[in-house]
């Protein structure tokens, strides 16, 4: 089985910046990639960025320039730094990682899914 742990979640002026640190943790063999989706009340979960373990991003256009994510392959985490927030990305923001386990047979074959309890991040206008 395999754990992610976020921190840094909060509240925040419209303008102010938040830093989500995740952490995963178990039985991992490799992790592809890692983000962060987010999801607002009444809306559906939306990637906000991702980054495989070769360090190629993805952004959601509605944080690009503001946001970025980095990830330490080492200690298996990832974080989102969010500058200049908006009362828009208010929602509740989950780790997310693309995991392919060990096991006592050795590494598995497919990857699978495992998210974070999810973090909230409120930003006030």
């Known amino acids: 089985q395999v754990q992610l742990v976020e921190s840094g979640g909060g509240l925040v002026q419209a303008g102010g910046s938040l830093r989500l640190s995740c952490a995963a943790s178990g039985s991992i063999f490799s992790i592809n990639v890692m983000g962060w989706y987010r999801q607002a009340p009444g809306k559906e979960r939306e990637l906000v960025a991702s980054?495989?373990?070769?360090?190629?991003?993805t952004y959601a256009d509605s944080v690009k320039g503001r946001s970025t994510i980095s990830r330490d392959n080492a200690q298996n985490t990832v974080s989102l730094q969010m500058n200049s927030l908006k009362p828009d990305d208010t929602a509740v923001y989950f780790c997310?990682?693309?995991?392919?386990?060990?096991?006592?047979?050795?590494?598995?074959?497919?990857?699978?899914?495992?998210w974070g309890q999810g973090t909230q991040v409120t930003v006030s206008s």
């Open positions: 997310h990682a693309a995991v392919r386990e060990n096991s006592d047979y050795g590494p598995a074959r497919y990857e699978y899914d495992y």
């Open positions: 980054i495989t373990s070769g360090g190629d991003t």
